[in-house]
């Protein structure tokens, strides 16, 4: 554990810390363009400067190791020339072009000019021209703005292994490219436009689409698959507009896949159902969630006095959170006392494990997890058209369909028996043939909308935080809590995603000693599963 | 599109590989042997080099790219290199640069329309002392006045 | 000097061509290589090279068995060592290692092999200039003789060691002759220098211990195994010791290689008849570069200094790689000056911010002095840009445009100002044309 003097507070940090993270613990990390946490450092961009006592000049400080009775200084007249020179340097070329550039408001270039810049070049000399190109179906690239930071291709070479991205030429003519025809389509493309320090690595998804400070933003996790990769969720005018990953060293490091990007679009689809409805001979009304709630109360009565109170089924997914499975449990089982209680699977994804151990999972059903720790459910079509079985012979009478899933998946068989149903109700976030049979369609919250937590497949509680409102002021928490009390039962904890959580603790040995408040930003482990963070790079490298 | 190397290409490529402990340190070696082979380095060579030493495209055009002396797509028969940096400079190898040029009727840089010669200017050849320099392809000719380079471009098959 | 320097690197004559090994080792060559390998331990080869006090002739003058002596043991990294012999050489104004390529391959073959058997290296890799396809020639066909006669291969002189050579060549690129950038190229990658530490007798090429030596100062040592410590200490100056080949170009009536004793006066290299014989056409000196491109330009009234490292180095320039460029008054320093920033930007391999931009920059500004078009103000900008450049890379390239800039530009400062006469453009439209 080396001690150092870093402007002149004493720090100790652990061996084999960069200076630049060792100055992080007394002051701010020193400027930098081409340091990235995530990646090898390359020593490029010559800004991260500091003053080292006893040595001569200026060092950089993101690739030397903090060491014992070393005197740092961040400030010192050497550094801050220095860093005005690469500064004034690093904008001889750059097109001045902030205002139309995607990446102003988090461009750490715009940020250390302001910082550590002259305010005026002295560059009268001829600017060298190069025109915007392609680079594969979602990057776009603006060569003018590239500050040779490799950023992008280490994280080509060292995360994904693909490198379709290198320098050509040298000097001030080196260029940053694709070989013509191969363009860059892997499926963690996108995360060399978060981590490109200025605007030249462009999201097509994303250009020309918000400003950034113009962004509400929330920490939370996606959705996509059973990984549940850290994400802060972005809106712009009540839009989600995008999807940044959030550094978590025990799921997803620095990165998220493209996939989890951009399989939002459900979200603000106008397919997508909005309104509650009721159905009756064949006629829809949108009605307000009491009267659907009645409606309900009312079906379940009737099918329950007339063929006792097994005749009622359920099903639900893995896109319901750990709270609304378990007041989905307590409904269902506790109150209702189903047959039946059956969890839909989504279809599976491809797997993916790149270079450096970084995972999209097959599976698709994020809170799989959870469906299993709170009510010992396994998503299985088996148990789906064992269901539909029943309907058929007329054992099951009255269906709920809960959580919904953004592609529908249900069975045919299903589908074919939904209309023996004396009551069915179907909460889901896009059209299917199974919600043109409902008796109740009740909208579901997406993912950005929703408050409480997912377990993903390392067994990590993990938070998600609304930054979008659901159809249902409430979420599907609130549906499922208002259920409860129309059927004459109260939802524990006063209906929340804390209060629940709580109750689930409580209940549960898998949360026993969990508290939603302390899952924090990164989760915890639930009982049983091992916490671990993982090296950024693949294991012998 | 679907290049590939000769019998005795790919024999002097094992025997390249055989020499260095990773694929990848035989980049310049193999792309010489691709030059000789396939008369200059263009897209499809660069693949092929790709496909033989695991590497993607993109880092063999980043390596080629990089080094000035592989042979472009689209030069002639016979590249002449003058040497402009300071000690060729100071004894005249500008009058010689021009010479070519009039002679052959094009720009430094640029290339006969019957393919025959391009002509370069480029920095130090490491002949200092016999200054003015001509390279012409692998052959180096030093002390080189006007006349003694119509002489050897005349000498050329 | 008491007695007259007598040769020892430059002592072929004519070009070497098929049957070099029989002319060398008619000189006595291979004998010391043989010698090292069979009576002597690797740790005594370093030692003995320690003592001469050999300093690396590539440049910065690194005592040569103090850095074969920083190779770790393999108990510490264990795994293949290798030497790389550096014959890159690109320095303007620099042609020794050519001329030694090109008339003696087995010198610097032998040296070689006495520095691999020194480090405890079985691989010898030699990097030598793209541009130079007849010495690589030359040296592939020396490298078949000395296996054929066992000076290479395995079980060399009947010991267990074994020493094999591989030729690599380069592709065009300045920049590879600095060590690290080199390493990088040999590994099949755009020459990028690398980050010191850790330096390459540590970890170098394919991550192992590795040693870099110039081709001239491997052609150094088989005379310090044959003729020892007090002979090699015998020439040259306390702190640089032995002999050197200078490369002369320029306006000198003799440009070529010269051989002599370290600390030879400049002025002697420049006006002796055995030397450079005086200015090309009788024209007065103006202005030398004594080491190289690279190093501080000294005026006419400092030509008057020793061509030793400390010498120089107390005249503010540098011995570097000993190639004199001598210039006559017919020259202008402005255009000599545009000539290497037009170099280095050329060279600059685009990594560190400084270096890229600076290069290109002062390039720029310099094209418009070459067009009259140059600025007061400028004076000022162009020692500024070397000074953000200085000392801020990872590797010298910048330094090696930054101290011509700043020497041309205090030195000859009214020169620059007679470039001051044309219009200046308060917005020069992009355009797509490129220094150089």
Not at chain 3, 234 to 239: A, K
């Given at each position: 554990?080396?001690?150092?003097?870093i402007n002149?507070?004493?720090?100790?940090?652990?061996?084999?810390?960069?200076?630049?993270e060792a100055?992080?613990?007394?002051?701010?990390?020193?400027?930098?363009?081409?340091?990235?946490?995530g990646?090898?450092?390359?020593?490029?961009?010559r800004?991260?400067?500091?003053?080292?006592?006893?040595?001569r000049?200026?060092s950089?400080?993101?690739?030397?190791?903090?060491a014992e009775?070393?005197?740092?200084?961040t400030?010192?007249?050497?550094?801050?020339?220095?860093?005005r020179?690469?500064?004034?340097?690093l904008?001889i070329?750059?097109p001045?072009?902030?205002?139309?550039?995607?990446?102003?408001g988090?461009?750490?270039?715009?940020?250390?000019s302001?910082d550590?810049?002259r305010?005026?070049?002295r560059?009268?000399?001829?600017k060298?021209?190069?025109?915007?190109?392609?680079l594969?179906?979602?990057?776009?690239l603006w060569?003018?703005?590239?500050?040779?930071?490799?950023?992008?291709?280490?994280?080509?070479?060292?995360?994904t292994?693909?490198?379709?991205l290198a320098?050509f030429?040298?000097?001030?003519?080196?260029?940053?490219?694709?070989?013509?025809g191969?363009?860059?389509d892997?499926?963690?493309?996108?995360?060399?436009v978060?981590?490109?320090?200025?605007?030249?690595?462009?999201?097509k998804?994303?250009?020309?689409?918000?400003?950034?400070?113009?962004?509400r933003?929330?920490?939370?996790?996606c959705?996509?698959?059973?990984?549940?990769?850290?994400?802060?969720?972005?809106?712009?005018?009540g839009?989600l507009t995008?999807l940044v990953?959030?550094?978590n060293?025990?799921v997803n490091h620095?990165?998220?896949?493209?996939h989890?990007?951009?399989?939002h679009?459900?979200?603000?689809?106008?397919?997508r159902?909005?309104?509650?409805?009721?159905?009756e001979?064949?006629?829809?009304?949108?009605?307000?969630?009491?009267?659907?709630?009645?409606?309900?109360r009312?079906?379940?009565e009737a099918?329950?006095?007339?063929?006792?109170a097994?005749?009622?089924?359920?099903?639900?997914?893995?896109w319901l959170?750990?709270e609304?499975?378990h007041?989905?449990g307590?409904?269902?089982?506790?109150?209702?006392?189903?047959?039946?209680l059956?969890?839909?699977a989504?279809?599976?994804?491809e797997?993916y494990?790149?270079?450096?151990?970084?995972?999209?999972a097959?599976?698709?059903n994020?809170?799989?997890?959870g469906?299993?720790?709170v009510?010992?459910l396994v998503?299985?079509?088996e148990?789906v058209?064992?269901?539909?079985?029943?309907?058929?012979?007329?054992?099951?009478?009255?269906l709920?369909v809960?959580?919904?899933?953004?592609?529908?998946?249900?069975?045919?068989?299903?589908?074919a028996v939904?209309?023996?149903?004396?009551l069915?109700?179907?909460?889901?976030?896009v059209?299917s043939?199974?919600?043109d049979?409902?008796?109740?369609?009740?909208?579901?919250a997406?993912?950005?909308?929703?408050?409480?937590?997912f377990?993903?497949?390392?067994?990590?509680?993990?938070?998600?935080?609304?930054?979008?409102?659901?159809?249902v002021?409430?979420?599907?928490?609130g549906?499922?809590?208002?259920?409860l009390?129309a059927l004459?039962?109260?939802?524990?904890g006063g209906g929340?995603?804390?209060?629940v959580?709580?109750?689930l603790?409580?209940?549960?040995?898998r949360f026993q000693?969990?508290?939603?408040q302390e899952?924090?930003d990164?989760?915890r482990?639930?009982r049983?599963a091992?916490?671990r963070?993982r090296?950024p790079?693949a294991a012998?490298? | 599109?679907s290049?590939?190397?000769?019998?005795?290409?790919?024999?002097?490529i094992d025997?390249?590989?055989?020499?260095?402990p990773?694929?990848?340190?035989?980049t310049?070696?193999v792309l010489?042997v691709?030059?000789?082979?396939f008369?200059?380095?263009?897209d499809d060579?660069?693949?092929?080099v790709?496909?033989?030493?695991?590497?993607s495209?993109?880092?063999?055009?980043?390596?080629?790219?990089?080094?000035t002396?592989?042979?472009?797509?689209?030069?002639?028969?016979y590249?002449?290199q003058?040497?402009?940096?300071?000690s060729?400079?100071?004894?005249?190898?500008?009058?010689?640069?021009?010479?070519?040029?009039?002679?052959l009727?094009i720009?430094a840089?640029?290339?006969?329309p019957?393919?025959?010669?391009t002509?370069?200017k480029?920095?130090?050849?490491?002949?200092?002392?016999?200054?003015?320099?001509?390279?012409?392809n692998?052959?180096?000719?030093?002390?080189?006045?006007?006349?003694k380079a119509?002489?050897?471009?005349?000498s050329?098959? | 000097?008491?007695t007259?320097?007598?040769?020892y690197?430059l002592?072929a004559d004519?070009?070497?061509d098929?049957?070099?090994?029989?002319?060398?080792?008619e000189?006595?060559?291979?004998?010391?290589?043989?010698?090292?390998?069979?009576?002597m331990t690797?740790?005594?080869?370093?030692?003995?090279?320690?003592?001469a006090g050999?300093?690396g002739r590539?440049?910065a003058?690194?005592?040569?068995?103090?850095?074969?002596?920083?190779?770790?043991p393999?108990d510490?990294?264990p795994?293949p060592r290798?030497?790389?012999?550096?014959?890159d050489e690109?320095?303007p104004?620099t042609?020794?290692?050519q001329?030694?390529?090109?008339?003696?391959p087995?010198?610097?073959?032998?040296?070689a092999?006495?520095?691999?058997?020194?480090i405890?290296?079985e691989?010898?890799y030699?990097?030598?200039?793209?541009?130079?396809?007849a010495?690589a020639?030359i040296l592939?066909?020396?490298?078949?003789?000395?296996?054929?006669?066992?000076?290479?291969?395995?079980g060399?002189?009947d010991t267990a060691t074994?020493?094999?050579v591989?030729?690599?060549?380069?592709a065009?690129?300045?920049?590879c002759?600095e060590?690290?950038?080199?390493l990088?190229?040999?590994?099949?990658?755009r020459?990028?220098?690398?980050?010191?530490?850790?330096?390459?007798?540590?970890?170098?090429l394919?991550?192992?211990?590795?040693?870099i030596n110039?081709v001239?100062?491997?052609?150094?040592?088989?005379?310090?195994?044959?003729?020892?410590?007090?002979?090699?200490?015998s020439?040259?100056?306390?702190?640089s010791?032995?002999g050197?080949?200078?490369?002369?170009?320029?306006?000198?009536?003799r440009?070529g290689n010269?051989?002599?004793?370290l600390?030879?006066?400049?002025l002697t290299l420049?006006h002796d008849?055995?030397?450079g014989?005086?200015?090309?056409?009788e024209?007065?000196?103006k202005?030398?570069?004594?080491?190289?491109?690279?190093?501080?330009?000294?005026?006419?009234?400092?030509?008057?200094?020793?061509?030793?490292?400390?010498?120089?180095?107390a005249?503010?320039?540098?011995?570097g790689?000993?190639?004199?460029?001598?210039m006559?008054?017919?020259?202008?320093?402005?255009?000599?000056?545009?000539?290497?920033?037009?170099?280095y930007?050329?060279e600059?391999c685009g990594?560190?911010?400084?270096?890229?931009?600076?290069?290109?920059?002062t390039?720029?500004?310099?094209?418009?002095?070459?067009?009259?078009?140059?600025?007061?103000?400028?004076?000022?900008l162009?020692l500024d840009?070397?000074d953000?450049?200085?000392?801020?890379t990872?590797?010298?390239?910048?330094?090696?445009l930054?101290?011509?800039v700043?020497?041309?530009v205090t030195?000859f400062?009214?020169?620059?100002?007679r470039h001051?006469?044309?219009e200046?453009?308060?917005y020069?439209?992009?355009s797509?044309?490129?220094v150089?």
């Amino acid at each position: 554990m080396p001690r150092l003097t870093i402007n002149g507070q004493e720090v100790e940090v652990p061996q084999g810390t960069l200076l630049i993270e060792a100055c992080a613990r007394v002051t701010e990390k020193p400027p930098h363009f081409c340091y990235h946490p995530g990646l090898r450092p390359d020593g490029n961009c010559r800004m991260c400067m500091v003053k080292i006592e006893g040595m001569r000049g200026v060092s950089i400080s993101c690739t030397l190791p903090a060491a014992e009775g070393m005197v740092v200084s961040t400030e010192h007249p050497e550094v801050l020339a220095a860093r005005r020179g690469v500064m004034e340097f690093l904008l001889i070329h750059h097109p001045l072009d902030c205002p139309v550039c995607d990446k102003a408001g988090e461009c750490i270039l715009q940020d250390h000019s302001y910082d550590h810049g002259r305010g005026a070049s002295r560059y009268i000399e001829p600017k060298i021209v190069r025109p915007k190109r392609d680079l594969g179906p979602r990057i776009a690239l603006w060569p003018e703005r590239c500050i040779r930071c490799s950023r992008c291709t280490r994280f080509l070479d060292e995360v994904t292994g693909t490198s379709e991205l290198a320098f050509f030429e040298r000097g001030d003519r080196t260029d940053l490219d694709i070989f013509p025809g191969r363009p860059i389509d892997n499926p963690l493309s996108l995360n060399i436009v978060d981590i490109c320090p200025v605007g030249a690595l462009i999201s097509k998804d994303f250009l020309f689409r918000a400003r950034v400070w113009n962004l509400r933003k929330k920490a939370s996790v996606c959705a996509a698959c059973s990984r549940g990769c850290n994400v802060v969720l972005e809106s712009y005018e009540g839009k989600l507009t995008r999807l940044v990953p959030r550094p978590n060293p025990h799921v997803n490091h620095h990165w998220m896949c493209d996939h989890g990007r951009l399989s939002h679009a459900y979200v603000h689809d106008p397919r997508r159902p909005r309104q509650i409805v009721k159905r009756e001979d064949a006629r829809s009304f949108n009605v307000a969630l009491p009267e659907a709630l009645e409606a309900i109360r009312a079906g379940l009565e009737a099918v329950r006095a007339a063929h006792g109170a097994a005749a009622v089924g359920g099903l639900v997914t893995a896109w319901l959170t750990n709270e609304e499975l378990h007041l989905a449990g307590r409904l269902l089982r506790d109150v209702l006392g189903a047959r039946r209680l059956v969890a839909l699977a989504a279809p599976p994804g491809e797997a993916y494990v790149a270079k450096s151990g970084f995972r999209i999972a097959a599976d698709r059903n994020p809170n799989r997890a959870g469906l299993e720790a709170v009510l010992g459910l396994v998503p299985d079509d088996e148990a789906v058209r064992a269901l539909a079985a029943d309907i058929e012979t007329g054992a099951i009478r009255a269906l709920l369909v809960l959580g919904g899933m953004p592609a529908p998946a249900y069975p045919e068989e299903l589908v074919a028996v939904a209309s023996r149903l004396e009551l069915l109700v179907v909460q889901d976030l896009v059209p299917s043939a199974l919600l043109d049979r409902a008796h109740i369609v009740l909208p579901a919250a997406a993912a950005p909308e929703k408050h409480g937590s997912f377990i993903n497949d390392d067994g990590r509680v993990q938070r998600l935080e609304p930054l979008l409102v659901p159809p249902v002021p409430g979420g599907d928490l609130g549906i499922l809590g208002a259920l409860l009390r129309a059927l004459g039962d109260r939802p524990p904890g006063g209906g929340g995603a804390v209060g629940v959580f709580a109750d689930l603790a409580a209940r549960n040995e898998r949360f026993q000693g969990l508290t939603f408040q302390e899952l924090g930003d990164l989760g915890r482990p639930r009982r049983g599963a091992e916490d671990r963070p993982r090296p950024p790079h693949a294991a012998g490298e | 599109m679907s290049l590939a190397f000769s019998e005795r290409a790919r024999a002097e490529i094992d025997r390249l590989l055989a020499r260095y402990p990773t694929r990848g340190a035989a980049t310049l070696p193999v792309l010489r042997v691709a030059e000789r082979e396939f008369g200059g380095i263009d897209d499809d060579v660069m693949v092929l080099v790709a496909d033989t030493l695991d590497l993607s495209p993109a880092q063999v055009r980043g390596v080629f790219s990089f080094y000035t002396h592989l042979r472009r797509p689209g030069w002639g028969k016979y590249v002449l290199q003058v040497c402009a940096t300071l000690s060729c400079a100071l004894r005249g190898c500008e009058g010689l640069a021009d010479h070519l040029e009039a002679r052959l009727g094009i720009r430094a840089g640029q290339t006969t329309p019957d393919r025959r010669f391009t002509l370069l200017k480029v920095e130090c050849l490491a002949r200092c002392g016999e200054s003015p320099v001509l390279q012409v392809n692998d052959d180096m000719y030093v002390n080189v006045t006007p006349a003694k380079a119509d002489a050897i471009l005349e000498s050329l098959p | 000097m008491s007695t007259p320097y007598e040769p020892y690197l430059l002592t072929a004559d004519g070009t070497a061509d098929f049957g070099a090994l029989r002319r060398y080792e008619e000189r006595g060559g291979w004998a010391a290589a043989r010698r090292a390998v069979t009576e002597m331990t690797p740790a005594e080869v370093i030692g003995l090279v320690k003592a001469a006090g050999l300093r690396g002739r590539g440049g910065a003058g690194f005592p040569a068995g103090v850095k074969w002596g920083f190779v770790p043991p393999p108990d510490r990294v264990p795994g293949p060592r290798y030497l790389v012999v550096n014959a890159d050489e690109s320095e303007p104004g620099t042609f020794k290692d050519q001329a030694l390529l090109e008339t003696d391959p087995h010198l610097t073959l032998e040296g070689a092999v006495i520095a691999a058997y020194a480090i405890g290296a079985e691989t010898i890799y030699i990097y030598i200039r793209g541009e130079m396809p007849a010495e690589a020639r030359i040296l592939q066909e020396a490298i078949h003789e000395a296996y054929g006669a066992g000076h290479l291969g395995a079980g060399l002189y009947d010991t267990a060691t074994r020493m094999d050579v591989t030729v690599h060549r380069g592709a065009g690129a300045y920049i590879c002759g600095e060590e690290t950038a080199l390493l990088t190229s040999l590994e099949g990658g755009r020459g990028y220098p690398r980050i010191k530490p850790p330096f390459p007798a540590f970890s170098g090429l394919f991550g192992q211990p590795t040693i870099i030596n110039n081709v001239e100062t491997l052609a150094n040592v088989p005379a310090i195994v044959n003729r020892g410590v007090a002979w090699f200490r015998s020439m040259g100056t306390e702190q640089s010791p032995g002999g050197k080949i200078f490369s002369l170009s320029g306006h000198l009536k003799r440009p070529g290689n010269y051989e002599a004793p370290l600390g030879i006066g400049l002025l002697t290299l420049l006006h002796d008849p055995r030397y450079g014989a005086g200015p090309w056409q009788e024209r007065p000196f103006k202005a030398v570069i004594p080491g190289g491109s690279s190093v501080p330009v000294l005026r006419a009234d400092e030509l008057d200094v020793r061509m030793d490292f400390e010498s120089l180095q107390a005249a503010g320039t540098m011995l570097g790689s000993g190639g004199v460029i001598a210039m006559d008054e017919s020259v202008d320093m402005v255009e000599v000056l545009y000539n290497l920033a037009r170099f280095y930007h050329h060279e600059s391999c685009g990594q560190c911010t400084p270096c890229r931009e600076g290069t290109g920059w002062t390039a720029r500004i310099l094209r418009r002095f070459h067009e009259n078009r140059g600025r007061e103000e400028d004076l000022a900008l162009l020692l500024d840009i070397a000074d953000q450049m200085m000392g801020k890379t990872i590797c010298p390239l910048a330094d090696a445009l930054a101290m011509p800039v700043k020497s041309h530009v205090t030195k000859f400062p009214d020169e620059f100002r007679r470039h001051m006469g044309g219009e200046i453009p308060r917005y020069v439209p992009p355009s797509s044309w490129a220094v150089g």
